[in-house]
């Protein structure tokens, strides 16, 4: 075992030890434009490597094909991986820009038994809700998860982008071991109900898009111009047109300070993150996403870099100047119902 391994980190009270970074696997097969298989593949083999321990998946990624392209890796290391996919979301076969979201009780059931089958486990070690149905009580749709629990099908809970309240009422029902949502130096609106609820409750947060879903680390400027055609992006009002333009110059002193680190720009921002939650008095596992072992062996070294506090205060004002929404409909996010 390298000394380069990650620490380890609880997810909730009594969820699983998992590396303090995970892997946001997503991109592997959506949404970010073309993959190279085999250096995703790659990815995985070294993430594990290096002590990261949790993959995040849904089955809503490519309609399936995400978690069936993760299937063979965790089979080859099924004792050592941690596998949380997600229920509830799915994409309109007629309208790929429109979503359905769904927690009927018997869809629920439905999604775990494909997932199953599509990662070829016995057992989903996390399996989250990944976006709520209004229209189900929160309560029902974890007492649906809890009896996958107890039917041995599922190991631990997580829900995605809920508020602090439903997260209150869920823990009621089941003991919730991590709440997903995006968390990064452009997108805090969580830390206003979601991040005080999960630290009274013992939740462990697991944030999602750390990096801003790249544009953080500098890589795109604008995503009409940078990115292919289809790109999820795209449709992200704040990497496009003139919020932009205005959100690339709110990266400066991210950029300053990152040199004088020596340092990249995600892994201050990765830095960020965890070291904000620890403000918060939280337990953070956060997943940034990648599909080439470089930045994976980058991102992971950001769980080493401390920021002094001067430095926590510099990048404070960023996430209150960023223009444009993190979703162009932001009704099926927890602000949405704030
Ligand atoms: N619960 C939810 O609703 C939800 C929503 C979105 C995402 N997620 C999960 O969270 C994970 C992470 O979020 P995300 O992928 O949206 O965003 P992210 O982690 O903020 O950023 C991912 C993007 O950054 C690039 N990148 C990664 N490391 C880099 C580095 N060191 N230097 C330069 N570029 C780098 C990646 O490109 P390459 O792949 O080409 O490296 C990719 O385009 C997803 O994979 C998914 O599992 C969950």
Same mark, same amino acid.
């Given at each position: 075992?390298?000394?380069?391994?990650?620490?380890?980190?609880?997810?909730?009270?009594?969820?699983?030890?998992?590396?303090?970074?995970?892997? %946001?696997?997503?991109?592997?097969?959506?949404?970010?434009?073309?993959? &190279?298989?085999?250096? *995703?593949?790659?990815?995985?083999?070294?993430?594990? =490597?290096?002590?990261?321990?949790?993959?995040?998946?849904? &089955?809503?990624?490519?309609?399936?094909?995400? !978690?069936?392209?993760?299937?063979?890796?965790?089979?080859?290391?099924? &004792?050592?991986?941690?596998?949380?996919?997600?229920?509830?979301?799915?994409?309109?076969?007629?309208?790929?820009?429109?979503?359905?979201?769904?927690?009927?009780? *018997?869809?629920?059931?439905?999604?775990? =038994?494909?997932?199953?089958?599509?990662? =070829?486990?016995?057992?989903?070690?996390?399996?989250?809700?990944?976006?709520?149905?209004?229209?189900?009580?929160?309560?029902?749709?974890?007492?649906?998860?809890?009896?996958?629990?107890? !039917? %041995?099908?599922?190991?631990?809970?997580?829900?995605?982008?809920?508020?602090?309240?439903?997260?209150? *009422?869920?823990?009621?029902?089941?003991?919730?071991?991590?709440?997903?949502? =995006?968390?990064?130096?452009?997108?805090?609106?969580?830390?206003?109900?979601?991040?005080?609820?999960?630290?009274?409750?013992?939740?462990?947060?697991?944030?999602?898009?750390?990096?801003?879903? %790249?544009?953080?680390? %500098?890589?795109?400027?604008?995503?009409?111009?940078?990115?292919?055609?289809?790109?999820?992006?795209?449709?992200?009002?704040?990497?496009?047109? &003139?919020?932009?333009?205005?959100?690339?110059?709110?990266?400066?002193?991210?950029?300053?300070?990152?040199?004088?680190?020596?340092?990249?720009?995600?892994?201050?921002?990765?830095?960020?993150?965890?070291?904000?939650?620890?403000?918060?008095?939280?337990?953070?596992?956060?997943?940034?996403?990648?599909?080439?072992?470089?930045?994976?062996?980058?991102?992971?070294? *950001?769980?080493?870099?401390?920021?002094?506090?001067?430095?926590?205060?510099?990048?404070?004002?960023?996430?209150?100047?960023?223009?444009?929404?993190?979703?162009?409909?932001?009704?099926?996010?927890?602000?949405?119902?704030?």
């Amino acid at each position: 075992m390298s000394d380069s391994r990650i620490e380890k980190v609880r997810l909730g009270t009594d969820g699983p030890e998992v590396g303090a970074q995970g892997l %946001g696997c997503m991109g592997m097969s959506f949404a970010y434009g073309p993959t &190279d298989a085999d250096e *995703a593949r790659a990815t995985l083999e070294r993430a594990l =490597e290096l002590g990261i321990t949790l993959y995040d998946t849904a &089955d809503a990624y490519a309609a399936g094909e995400n !978690e069936k392209f993760l299937a063979p890796f965790f089979a080859a290391h099924r &004792d050592e991986v941690v596998v949380a996919t997600k229920f509830a979301l799915a994409m309109d076969p007629h309208d790929p820009a429109k979503r359905i979201i769904n927690n009927e009780p *018997a869809y629920i059931r439905q999604c775990a =038994e494909d997932s199953l089958r599509r990662l =070829e486990v016995d057992e989903i070690d996390l399996y989250y809700m990944h976006r709520r149905d209004v229209n189900v009580p929160i309560e029902e749709t974890v007492g649906v998860m809890a009896e996958l629990v107890r !039917e %041995g099908k599922v190991k631990h809970l997580g829900l995605s982008e809920v508020t602090g309240n439903e997260l209150r *009422a869920a823990q009621a029902v089941h003991p919730i071991a991590a709440v997903q949502s =995006e968390w990064s130096l452009f997108s805090r609106d969580i830390e206003a109900g979601v991040v005080p609820a999960a630290r009274e409750l013992g939740v462990a947060l697991v944030p999602y898009s750390p990096l801003g879903r %790249g544009f953080l680390t %500098g890589s795109f400027t604008s995503a009409e111009k940078d990115l292919t055609e289809g790109d999820f992006r795209r449709g992200q009002p704040r990497f496009n047109g &003139d919020n932009a333009a205005a959100n690339a110059s709110l990266l400066d002193p991210v950029r300053k300070l990152a040199e004088g680190r020596n340092a990249t720009l995600g892994q201050v921002a990765l830095a960020w993150v965890q070291q904000r939650a620890q403000v918060h008095g939280l337990p953070v596992v956060p997943i940034p996403g990648t599909r080439r072992p470089a930045r994976v062996e980058e991102n992971a070294a *950001a769980t080493r870099l401390l920021l002094t506090e001067s430095e926590m205060e510099l990048l404070e004002p960023i996430a209150g100047q960023v223009a444009g929404g993190r979703y162009a409909d932001m009704s099926f996010t927890s602000a949405g119902r704030e």
